[in-house]
């Protein structure tokens, strides 16, 4: 089993461009998350997907989107990037509510120029 | 919403010593929590959780206590190894959709 997959590992955008960062997970978990993390800020959760269909923000939810596209897959959109998203950014999963561990994907680290 | 405060941000020990993270919370509904461990460039892995039943857990050289009418918990690493050496991570959650709040972390630094 791979786990969490994420892709790509490393991207660097201007200002204004939009990409899509995509994960998928092996395990059949029901949720899905995406977090940043920063330095001296810890993981902060920017959307999560408690089941296929459902998507709620997070606690910094502002310019991003995102689309639980199956059960397996859980997508991060920026439409218009900007230096403040630069960032690492981690999708994780988990087999059931926030009790469970989280298994998290090897990371994208964006820079915003 | 739930809020975690870990300390202290770094903590440099020698080989061999035990360290000792700690972290509060303010949601006394909050019942699961685990500690996460991130080398350089990696991506955080689970190294032990609790659960709001449990007073302490124990696996090898590490072990997490809690303290639920003081809301904090901490994490114990005895006999420090060089690849004790990372950031480590706490975190808490009530069970709800929105998974784990996570402290700002903990950078351990292990002398030889």
Same mark, same amino acid.
């Given at each position: 089993n791979a786990g969490v997959t994420q892709t790509p590992k490393f991207q660097v955008l201007k200002t204004g461009q939009s990409m899509t960062l995509q994960c998928a997970q092996d395990m059949n978990h029901n949720s899905m998350y995406w977090y940043r993390q920063d330095p001296g800020m810890g993981l902060r959760l920017i959307y999560y997907s408690a089941s296929e269909g459902t998507t709620d923000k997070g606690e910094v939810p502002n310019g991003y989107n995102v689309s639980r596209l199956n059960k397996r897959e859980f997508s991060l959109r920026l439409e218009s990037a900007a230096p403040s998203q630069t960032s690492v950014y981690f999708c994780a999963s988990s087999? #059931?509510? #926030?009790a469970s561990p989280l298994h998290f994907g090897n990371g994208t680290r964006l820079t915003v120029t | 919403g739930e809020n975690v405060e870990q300390h202290p941000s770094t903590l440099s020990v020698q080989e061999g010593d035990s360290a000792v993270i700690k972290c509060t919370y303010s949601d006394s509904a909050s019942n699961y929590f685990p500690w996460y461990k991130q080398e350089l460039g990696k991506r955080p892995q689970l190294i032990i959780d609790i659960r709001s039943n449990v007073g302490e857990k124990k696996d090898q050289r590490i072990a997490v206590t809690l303290n639920k009418t003081a809301k904090h918990f901490s994490l114990h690493i005895t006999e420090t190894q060089p690849e004790d050496s990372a950031v480590y991570f706490c975190a808490a959650s009530k069970?709800?959709?929105d998974g784990l709040t996570f402290g700002k972390g903990t950078h351990l630094i292990i002398q030889p």
């Amino acid at each position: 089993n791979a786990g969490v997959t994420q892709t790509p590992k490393f991207q660097v955008l201007k200002t204004g461009q939009s990409m899509t960062l995509q994960c998928a997970q092996d395990m059949n978990h029901n949720s899905m998350y995406w977090y940043r993390q920063d330095p001296g800020m810890g993981l902060r959760l920017i959307y999560y997907s408690a089941s296929e269909g459902t998507t709620d923000k997070g606690e910094v939810p502002n310019g991003y989107n995102v689309s639980r596209l199956n059960k397996r897959e859980f997508s991060l959109r920026l439409e218009s990037a900007a230096p403040s998203q630069t960032s690492v950014y981690f999708c994780a999963s988990s087999s #059931g509510t #926030g009790a469970s561990p989280l298994h998290f994907g090897n990371g994208t680290r964006l820079t915003v120029t | 919403g739930e809020n975690v405060e870990q300390h202290p941000s770094t903590l440099s020990v020698q080989e061999g010593d035990s360290a000792v993270i700690k972290c509060t919370y303010s949601d006394s509904a909050s019942n699961y929590f685990p500690w996460y461990k991130q080398e350089l460039g990696k991506r955080p892995q689970l190294i032990i959780d609790i659960r709001s039943n449990v007073g302490e857990k124990k696996d090898q050289r590490i072990a997490v206590t809690l303290n639920k009418t003081a809301k904090h918990f901490s994490l114990h690493i005895t006999e420090t190894q060089p690849e004790d050496s990372a950031v480590y991570f706490c975190a808490a959650s009530k069970g709800g959709a929105d998974g784990l709040t996570f402290g700002k972390g903990t950078h351990l630094i292990i002398q030889p």
